[in-house]
């Protein structure tokens, strides 16, 4: 079996924030490929300028120059709630001989044991869970302490060894990225990576017209300026 990353997402915009430990994770786990599966949004929560399908063209653009990162857009053509047990049921008769991994961050594990038919997300994927800045361990709840102690593995060729049902923290990106001179991560004052990055705050920041070359790819980057986006 091949094994597949899945990261969702509204992706308003997509960032450096997302495909730095995307790259991470694949790298990790050994994925053959990630798809970026970029989430509907009712037209009233839509941010100004920006329609779903331009959502989906900075994805695809985000994607490019990584070959085994892909853009998927099935949410986008689906009518009503788009709940993620849906779209991994739709992904697993897609890819009917593949392992899925699901890919959240911390802070999305702190309201996993909440989301839509959660226990069945487990019965159809690996979850896999990227550290977050500002979100520690010790926040959890109680029900997602029980999930731990029932799901969560440490050893990557247990997941290797079983479809779905496993629970896995990739260690801090922090830690594991390797950057080179020429990308444009940004760093802090300790020489490590900073991606502390939100989608809220580069939106703010598009909209004073604040550099942001920092935190978005350069294609990403020219699609917005060009098409006067988030302004």
Not at 94 to 109: A, E, M, V
Not at 122 to 143: A, D, G
């Amino acid at each position: 079996m091949t094994n597949i990353g899945i990261l969702g997402g509204t992706f308003d915009p997509i960032h450096l924030g997302h495909t730095e430990p995307a790259k991470v994770v694949a790298d990790y786990l050994s994925l053959d490929k990630i798809l970026f599966i970029p989430a509907n949004i009712p037209p009233h929560k839509a941010s100004p300028n920006v329609s779903a399908q331009q959502r989906a063209d900075m994805v695809t653009l985000a994607c490019e120059n990584e070959e085994n990162f892909h853009c998927d857009q099935r949410e986008l053509a689906r009518s009503g709630n788009s709940y993620t047990v849906d779209t991994l049921k739709a992904l697993q008769q897609s890819y009917p001989k593949q392992r899925l991994f699901f890919i959240i961050g911390l802070d999305s594990l702190l309201t996993f044991t909440r989301w839509h038919q959660y226990q069945e997300i487990l019965s159809l994927c690996h979850l896999v869970v990227n550290s977050r800045p500002n979100h520690q361990l010790k926040n959890l709840n109680k029900n997602t302490k029980k999930l731990l102690a029932k799901h969560q593995v440490s050893d990557i060729n247990v997941l290797k060894n079983t479809s779905n049902g496993g629970i896995i923290f990739v260690p801090s990106t922090t830690n594991v990225l390797q950057v080179s001179q020429e990308q444009t991560v940004p760093i802090n004052n300790k020489g490590q990576v900073n991606l502390n990055i939100s989608s809220t705050d580069i939106r703010a920041r598009l909209a004073k017209k604040q550099n942001c070359q920092h935190l978005l790819t350069a294609s990403v980057l020219d699609f917005i300026n060009k098409n006067q986006l988030y302004r």
